[in-house]
């Protein structure tokens, strides 16, 4: 009878099992003031860099020294853009989108079909050829420079844009692979057993299932390694010595030392080496985004 009695209260008030669960789960949610703190701060930490470095691409030399760094210009002034593209700033750019296209599409291909080989083939060839890839994952390019800068020498490639494609594309390999593996793990075995029925080859499964479905892994891939040799410093620096064989980041370093102390000058080539990458994530931000969060749910 209270048992009945105690049911009936609650359907009248409305205060059962499940609606007494969810007023604790709501008084229980509190403001996570610490948290919201931390990722201001950390903000500002990369805004504040990012708006410096535009603001003083537009000053004046003149000016610069004697205003406020974080105060933006009465008047937008393109000076520095112009002196930075009169100083062959063409040439490093095509130099550098020939290096990153050069070694990306070679990379991603040989990592993407290395990747589908090792998750679809059987053998102790094919589980060597993986350890082997992770390996290269323990090796830094500084602790190789020496030997790849004997091989390129012997090869008479040395001050040339293969001294820095070849050595790109071996670097890019071990964590490509790594990527694509885990991406290729999650299709499902049924759709290639299907396929192999309808009377599809391996080379057929490989481009008409894998890669359609591991589409954002591929970009995920492209635009990390993109991002490492766009912005490759060690590699041009050591393989090339003439000026028309530099890219970007080894023009920048090259504008500090023409210009000494013009600081708008190098902001404004910093933002004109930027532009092309910010492009590049604008495009692929969503399949960049489901290529890092998809992969590694097992």
């Not at 209260?9 to 703190?37: H, I, M």
């Not at 059987?122 to 390996?135: K, Q």
């Not at 970009?219 to 064989?245: C, D, E, H, R």
């Amino acid at each position: 009878m209270a048992t009945t009695l105690t049911t009936g209260s609650d359907q009248v008030t409305g205060r059962g099992p499940r609606a007494s669960r969810k007023g604790k789960a709501k008084g229980s949610e509190r403001p996570n003031w610490l948290g919201a703190l931390i990722a201001w701060v950390w903000l500002a930490i990369v805004i504040i860099p990012i708006y410096w470095i535009v603001v003083t691409s537009f000053k004046l030399q003149a000016n610069y020294f004697g205003s406020n760094p974080l105060k933006p210009p009465t008047s937008l002034d393109w000076t520095n853009y112009k002196l930075v593209l009169d100083n062959d700033f063409v040439q490093y750019f095509v130099n550098s989108v020939l290096v990153t296209a050069g070694t990306l599409i070679p990379a991603v291909l040989i990592s993407f079909m290395a990747a589908y080989a090792i998750v679809r083939g059987e053998g102790v060839f094919l589980r060597g050829t993986n350890s082997l890839f992770l390996m290269g994952l323990a090796i830094p390019l500084q602790a190789t420079i020496i030997p790849v800068y004997l091989i390129i020498i012997r090869l008479h490639l040395y001050d040339t844009l293969l001294a820095m494609i070849l050595p790109s594309i071996a670097f890019a390999i071990p964590l490509s692979v790594l990527v694509l593996s885990n991406f290729i793990r999650d299709v499902p075995k049924e759709l290639f057993e299907s396929m192999r029925v309808d009377g599809a080859t391996e080379w057929g499964m490989l481009w008409r299932l894998a890669f359609p479905l591991t589409r954002p892994a591929l970009v995920t891939v492209a635009i990390y390694n993109g991002l490492q040799v766009w912005n490759g410093f060690l590699l041009p620096l050591i393989m090339t010595t003439s000026p028309s064989k530099r890219t970007l980041p080894l023009a920048i370093w090259t504008f500090q030392g023409q210009y000494g102390v013009n600081v708008p000058a190098i902001a404004a080539s910093v933002c004109l080496t930027t532009l092309p990458i910010l492009a590049l994530y604008i495009v692929g931000r969503r399949q960049l985004l489901s290529g890092l969060t998809a992969g590694f749910s097992k």
